[in-house]
Nanobody
Framework: EAQLVESGGSSVQPGGSLRLSCVASGFAFNTYDMSWVRQAPGKGIEWVAVINSGAWETHYADSVEQRFTISRDNAKNMVYLDMTDLKAEDTGLYFC???????????????????????WGQGTQVTVSS
């Protein structure tokens, strides 16, 4: 059974930094592209970033470009999201997701729905507030 477990969420002040981590098990991690998505309070799910299975290609939502970095360690079945210059609008529940079923070109233009990914974590909360 595929499992994704996120960690690293916390409360930080605007301008701060955080690293989110996600450990995967139960599937061939090194053959799957991995994504981070997030859900702000009262809003839909927003795709944030993706990294391909070989870790040589990444894409980001415009809202986090130049501030967030996605990376992975296939030897450890881990994917990371390094977040800098955090803003209040970055507040939300952050999910690690895999087995993306729609192209990146589609998912960046609309809200994410659960069926867009086959595997989901339980989420880790990030709160940016002064």
């Amino acid at each position: 059974e595929a499992q994704l477990v996120e960690s690293g969420g916390s409360s930080v002040q605007p301008g701060g930094s955080l690293r989110l981590s996600c450990v995967a098990s139960g599937f061939a991690f090194n053959t799957y592209d991995m994504s981070w998505v997030r859900q702000a309070p009262g809003k839909g799910i927003e795709w944030v970033a993706v990294i391909n299975s070989g870790a040589w290609e990444t894409h980001y939502a415009d809202s986090v470009e130049q501030r967030f970095t996605i990376s992975r360690d296939n030897a450890k079945n881990m994917v990371y999201l390094d977040m800098t210059d955090l803003k209040a609008e970055d507040t939300g529940l952050y999910f690690c997701a895999a087995d993306m079923r729609v192209p990146v070109a589609v998912i960046i233009r609309r809200q994410v729905v659960r069926s867009d990914f086959g595997f989901w974590g339980q989420g880790t909360q990030v709160t940016v507030s002064s």
